[in-house]
Every structure is written in structure tokens, then in C-alpha cells.
């Protein structure tokens, strides 16, 4: 077996996340880990049994020159720290989500990897939790019989977790393109945010052939099955003219299929866990197994980015008032900031 060597840029809680499933990964050893906390740079060395703990990441790539590289810091700094990482570049980067805050430093972080011949995945482990396969799976199996509609909804906004969302929304039907995306927009401090967007966002998508699809980004959104987990409140279910199947992060999944219901509770923190170690493995297991298998990836570069487009898309419909197409360029940074200055005079508006 082809070992190879992982490192760990941030060691903040979702760094813990990545670095625990290692004890469970046999392809690659996490051999270094990064922070500027060097507090924290040190207990992360010492609970994960992490032999190179580094301050500086160019250090850290220069000496050590892992294969796999996550990246787990604020996507505030995401284009400054790929840029970094890139000059002595690993074989392949896991980001976390989301993949940027703005669509032009999206494009310099895909086009830079792109042109380095990095392979770029981006972290969305929910498309690797069970419940959502068994959605994915009574929806492709006609159990359902044919779509009606879907609805999707997350507390946390856009860039915190729609693109989850949307992400899933795209797994449970195969990957399809969405062809438009309408919403509606509000809550200029959402821009203040590290996942910096509109705090709320609510709207409707479409495939090119498919069901619409309804969601709902932000704290304006509603509850799942009375779950009181509110920042982790997450879920999406489909209804069919046979019945109505859905998942949410803090119940598992469930089936109705004529007056027949069946509800099958899965724990979050367990199962994202596992979710975390297929998502990592399977990465790990492309990057020796070649580039078809790279490509081919769930968690690939284009799937990633158009979870990301459909953000963009959202909020460029938000500030035209008109259906969007999703995709490179159909969205720049000059968009964003004009949402922004319309929902911060809005707000200015309603002080008065």
C-alpha cells in the first residue's frame, strides 16, 4: 500500500474534525499541523500525536511536502492561504467550505490549483452521511414515485451552510445542473459575518429537468421535525405522488410511502464522523488510485464550485430581482457589494 502524508493548516474545532478520523485512515499518516495560536498548535500536536507543529505554513510545506493538504482556516483569508500553500504545492488540498466569500477569489483559488495540476476538493462531508445516501437512494429508486417538489432549509446562512444544502440538493438528484435560481434577500449583518453573505436568503431553484426546488438560508428558517439544535436546525425532504422521504442533521432520515412511516434516527456528531472518514478516504484513495478517479470524485473541484455558483446566484437574483443562471462569470464581486449597500441603506432606512 502507497502511504502517504497528510498536514493540517488550523487548529480550531473543524481542525479537530479532520484530524480525528486519521485514527481510523490507513493510506496516509498525519505527520504536521499549522496555527499561529501556538497554545493551540500545541495541544493539537499533543492530542492527535502529531510530530511537526509548525507556526509559519510555508515552513511547514517547504520541510515537510505533504500529499494532502486540508485547509481549515476562516474564509476570510482562503485565496492568501491557497496562494501560500501553492508555492511549494501538495499533490491535492482539502478545503473547508465554503469555497470562498466572493466569486473572483473562487476563480483565482480553482484557476491557481487548476494551473498547478492540484487536485482541489472542497469539504462537503453531508453528501458522505448514510442518511442522506438513503435519501438519495428511495429518490433515485422511484419509490417515490415521480417528484412534486423539495424543500430545503438551514439555519446558518449561504456560505455557513446552503452551500450544504445546496450540495445535497444536487447529490439526492444525481449532480443535475440547476439551470435558475430566484431569491429574495435580507439582513445586511450577515456581511459582518466570517461566512460573510446576506443573513438570510430565501428562494427557489430548478433542474434543467426536474422538480423546483424551495429553500431557505439564515434564522428565518424553520425547524425540522421540532428539533431544537438551531444552528446545526439542517435538512431537506422530497415529496412524490407515492410518498415523501427527508433528512435533517439532528433526526437521521425518514420514509412515508402511503400511510406507512418509518423514521430511522441517526446522531449527528457520530455519523458526521464517519462521514468524515469515507469523505478523507475516499480522497486519499484517489490520489493513488490516478486522475480518472480524481475527476470522477464527489467532493471534485466543478461539483464543489457549483454549490458555490448557486450562493452567487442567489444573491445576484436577491439585488436584480430576476432569475439568475448558475455558473462561472454569471456573478462578480461587484454584485455582492451591491447587494451589500442595499441592504445596509435598507437597514438605514428603517432606523429613521
Not at 52 to 79: C, K, N, Y
Request: net charge negative; glycine share 8%; hydrophobic share 40%.
Amino acid at each position: 500500500m502507497t502511504r502517504l502524508r497528510s498536514a493540517i493548516l488550523g487548529c480550531g474545532p473543524r481542525g479537530e474534525a479532520h484530524a480525528r478520523v486519521y485514527q481510523n485512515i490507513q493510506q496516509s499518516d498525519l505527520v504536521a499541523c499549522c496555527d499561529m495560536n501556538n497554545e493551540r498548535l500545541q495541544n493539537f500536536s499533543r492530542r492527535f500525536n502529531i510530530e511537526g507543529a509548525f507556526a509559519d505554513l510555508q515552513t511547514m510545506m517547504d520541510e515537510v511536502r505533504p500529499d494532502l493538504l486540508h485547509i481549515v482556516t476562516s474564509p476570510t483569508v482562503r485565496w492568501a492561504v491557497v496562494a501560500a500553500a501553492l508555492r511549494t504545492p501538495p499533490r491535492a488540498i482539502l478545503i473547508e467550505k465554503p469555497l470562498a466569500c466572493t466569486p473572483g477569489e473562487a476563480k483565482q483559488i480553482i484557476d491557481a490549483c487548476r494551473d498547478a495540476g492540484i487536485a482541489l476538493f472542497v469539504n462537503h462531508q453531508l453528501r458522505h452521511h448514510e442518511p442522506h445516501m438513503k435519501l438519495r437512494d428511495v429518490v433515485q429508486s422511484g419509490e417515490l414515485g415521480e417528484i412534486e417538489g423539495v424543500r430545503a432549509s438551514c439555519k446558518l446562512n449561504l456560505l455557513n451552510q446552503g452551500t450544504h444544502l445546496f450540495d445535497l440538493v444536487s447529490f439526492v438528484f444525481d449532480d443535475r445542473p440547476i439551470e435558475w435560481v430566484f431569491a429574495q434577500a435580507t439582513g445586511a449583518e450577515g456581511f459582518r459575518d466570517s461566512h460573510s453573505c446576506a443573513a438570510y436568503v430565501a428562494g427557489a431553484f430548478a433542474f434543467g429537468e426536474g422538480p423546483h426546488v424551495g429553500f431557505e438560508c439564515g434564522p428565518l428558517a424553520p425547524l425540522w421535525k421540532q428539533e431544537q439544535a438551531l444552528s446545526w436546525n439542517f435538512g431537506l425532504e422530497v415529496a412524490g405522488t407515492k410518498g415523501r422521504a427527508g433528512a435533517s442533521l439532528n433526526h437521521g432520515w425518514w420514509l412515508q410511502v402511503g400511510k406507512r412511516m418509518s423514521e430511522y434516527p441517526v446522531p449527528y456528531g457520530e455519523e458526521n464522523e464517519r462521514a468524515q472518514t469515507r469523505l478523507t478516504e475516499s480522497i486519499l484513495e484517489a490520489l493513488v488510485g490516478g486522475q480518472d478517479l480524481i475527476a470522477a470524485h464527489p467532493n471534485n473541484t466543478d461539483r464543489s464550485a457549483a454549490s458555490f455558483d448557486v450562493a452567487m446566484a442567489a444573491q445576484r437574483s436577491a439585488l436584480d430581482r430576476a432569475p439568475v443562471k448558475p455558473g462561472p462569470g454569471a456573478v462578480v464581486d461587484a454584485d455582492i457589494d451591491r447587494l451589500r449597500a442595499e441592504l445596509e441603506a435598507y437597514e438605514r432606512r428603517q432606523a429613521v
